[in-house]
DNA sequence: GCTCATGTTCCCCT
DNA sequence: CAGGGGAACATGAG
């Protein structure tokens, strides 16, 4: 699930830790700890939590909090007698309530560290959500690959996944299998703004949102069709990832 | 039993 | 060196 607005979403959740002391930390899964001892951060308060790219920060005493939510992770704010679910891994318990750290498939993880957030978190670009036209134009112009490898590279632009990506493409109206060095500066203006739309309006939902008119609203079913003209959507793999376009509208 | 999965990293090949 | 393909990670869901 989580990408940029999924992780934006996560960040709201986290917000209702903040401020709240951490009265202890439950490593319930302890690979899902992968930097870090529990008691750097106990005793402390959480700050107020940053994302960049689909990283969670969150600051606590002299300290960061770096989550990574691989594809099933997720974060929940519960009261600390609710029952838990199987796959909560970490959990901050709070005064008034314990911060859930969830993943299924347990890629990703948390890192409780000092100043070394790049050192984990590995080069990221800026956040798609601060990124206007034409910073978008100079950063995507230029490379070598796919639009699809450019797009999801995270050391370019922070937070674009397979569904965005493939969402923004359809929006732009450009085939994802296209070596971005041969496209046009007006379709590469064309993508930056799809990019905007794309963020914006994914945001306030914390998810990319399968609706209608959105290219998440019709990739998974048996027959998907193209939400603007009808035509029956390719699927295939690029650059390693399933990818959903529309053979009649984008080229 | 089989296929596929919203992420990242690493290895191998051209 | 750049870029692509594939596998691996771990655990389900359909």
Known sequence: MPELPDVEGFRREARKAAGRRIDRVEA???????????????GERFGDPLRHGKWLIFPAGGVEVLMHFGMT????WAPRRSERHRHDRIVFVCRGGELRYRNMRKFGGVWIS????????GPLGP?????????FRDLVAGRRGTLKLTLM????????????VDEIAWRA????????????RRRIDRLGE????VVRESLPTGRVPPAEGWLTGARDARDAKCPRCGTKLRRATVAGRTTVWCPREQR
């Open 28 to 42: 319930v899964d302890a690979t899902l700890l992968r930097g870090g001892r529990p008691d750097a951060v106990e």
């Open 127 to 135: 956040d798609a959500t601060e990124l206007e036209g034409e910073r």
């Open 73 to 76: 992770g997720r974060l929940d």
């Open 173 to 184: 109206r450009v085939d994802p299998r296209r070596k971005v060095s041969e496209l046009s």
């Open 114 to 121: 000092r100043q070394n957030r790049e050192r984990i978190t």
């Open 153 to 164: 590279d995270q050391s370019l632009i922070a937070g674009l996944g397979n569904l965005m």
């Open 194 to 197: 799809a990019m905007g739309e």
